[in-house]
């Protein structure tokens, strides 16, 4: 498993969680760390991202809700969900475009649940 995404739950519309995800010392060079997330019965779809640089990008349904962040050193990508809505809830994947195994590619994680109730 090159990410290992954690911190969904259940919580209550207007509440908070904090998503984790640790990439793999294997993976090098990383340029760009993300979320997606998958509602069900619905597509993936990017949440936001963050560059090695700092530069973000947010999903407008998201924007001024979450706010995505990292830890270059440790390989690391968060990110702070506020003000949940039941319209939340999907798995959320992160992902990482760096260089494994010679291979430079983009690698995910598992998914972690993130389940709002009205």
């Known amino acids: 498993v090159q990410l290992q995404a954690s911190g969904g739950g259940l919580v209550q519309a207007g509440g908070s969680l904090r998503l984790s995800c640790a990439a793999s010392?294997?993976?090098?060079?990383?340029?760009?760390m993300g979320w997606y997330r998958r509602a069900p019965g619905q597509q993936r779809e990017l949440v936001a991202y963050i560059t090695s640089g700092g530069n973000t990008n947010y999903a407008s349904s998201v924007k001024g809700r979450f706010t995505i962040s990292s830890d270059n050193a440790k390989k690391m990508v968060y990110l702070q969900m506020n003000s949940l809505k039941p319209e939340d809830t999907a798995v959320y994947y992160c992902?990482?475009?760096?260089?494994?195994?010679?291979?430079?590619?983009?690698?995910w994680g598992q998914g972690t649940l993130v389940t709002v109730s009205s």
């Open positions: 010392e294997s993976i090098f060079s990383i340029s760009v």
């Open positions: 992902n990482a475009e760096g260089e494994y195994d010679s291979d430079y590619a983009t690698y």
